[in-house]
DNA sequence: CACGAGACCTGTTCGC
DNA sequence: TGCGAACAGGTCTCGT
């Protein structure tokens, strides 16, 4: 489920709380139960333990795919990978069996950190930019606007679909508002990013920007087991919609594998021409 | 520089 | 029904 959007909506949630989870902002923490070690990527888990006893929480912000918990001493980054989720939930409540981190905070409430595939790490830091690096633009940063996307985008001879997902160029798009953007703007995937004009880079800008402020404004996509309540998968173009007509032409939708990840795209609508590829 | 394969992980769905 | 293969929202590292 994480992608930008996703990631943007429960940043929010976290903020101002969504049903019976309340927001964590100004809660201290008073402990951490680290339940799978490799999840705390920095530092080692007992300074982990150790450090955050005492810190409130101040700010909440969102970088790309990172949250940021801004504590009163330090950051806490969150990468939730494939199949993270953040819960707030009673310090009584029975730990569910994908926690993996917990903050207690004091006055009763914890923030689970639930991840059944692992993969998701966290940081504790004092300088975020350790970890964030040389992590691109945000998708809405006005200096990609005129030629700046364009000058990026044709800077590299690679194609569409790998170079959107690499967050060393933009940081946001995952594999399904990937697929979703290049359907809007009628681009194949395979489509050589040098050979796109200033229109067809502005064009695609502004897909990329409509489809994640769709997905924010449907809190997100929930997919399977992965809930976070957003519903933008009813809104999906191609999107694991391999065999469905194409809602723009009818065409059935084709799947490939682009760079080891599923792809999914109208053959009719998505030409790749030969001078494009 | 650009791409593909393999790792890291568990759970669900598909195909025979 | 049962069982292995394929697949899943991400990212890193290595080899070519």
């Avoid at 989720?85 to 981190?101: G, M, T």
């Avoid at 059935?252 to 021409?273: A, D, F, I, M, N």
Wanted: with cysteine; hydrophobic share 40%; charged share 20%.
């Amino acid at each position: 489920m994480p992608e930008l959007p996703e990631v943007e909506t429960i940043a929010r949630f976290l903020r101002q709380g969504i049903a019976d989870q309340p927001g964590i902002l100004g809660r201290k923490v008073a402990g951490a139960q680290v339940l799978w070690a490799r999840t705390v990527a920095e530092p080692d888990v007992s300074s982990f333990q150790e450090r955050l006893p005492g810190q409130t929480i101040q700010h909440i912000d969102r970088r790309g795919k990172f949250l940021l918990l801004r504590l009163s001493q330090e950051t806490l980054l969150i990468h939730l990978r494939m199949s993270g989720d953040l819960i707030v939930e009673p310090l009584n409540q029975a730990l569910a069996p994908h926690h993996r981190v917990t903050l207690e905070f004091e006055d009763g409430w914890r923030l689970a950190f639930n991840d059944a595939r692992k993969f998701g790490r966290m940081w504790l830091v004092a300088d975020p930019q350790s970890v964030l690096g040389n992590l691109g633009p945000e998708p809405f940063d006005r200096s990609l606007e005129g030629v700046g996307f364009y000058n990026r985008v044709s800077s590299f001879r690679r194609q569409l679909k790998p170079l959107l997902m690499d967050q060393h160029f933009l940081a946001g798009l995952g594999n399904i508002y990937t697929d979703e953007a290049l359907h809007l703007a009628r681009l194949h995937p395979l489509t050589i990013s040098s050979s796109l004009t200033l229109q067809q880079s502005n064009l695609l800008l502004d897909c990329i920007r409509q489809v994640l402020q769709d997905g924010i404004d449907r809190h997100g996509t929930s997919i399977d087991w992965v809930y976070r309540g957003g519903d933008y998968q009813r809104y999906l173009r191609v999107y694991q919609r391999t065999g469905e007509p194409c809602l723009v032409c009818g065409a059935p939708v084709e799947r490939l594998v682009v760079g080891q990840r599923g792809t999914h795209y109208c053959p009719s609508c998505q030409v790749l021409s030969a001078l494009t590829s």
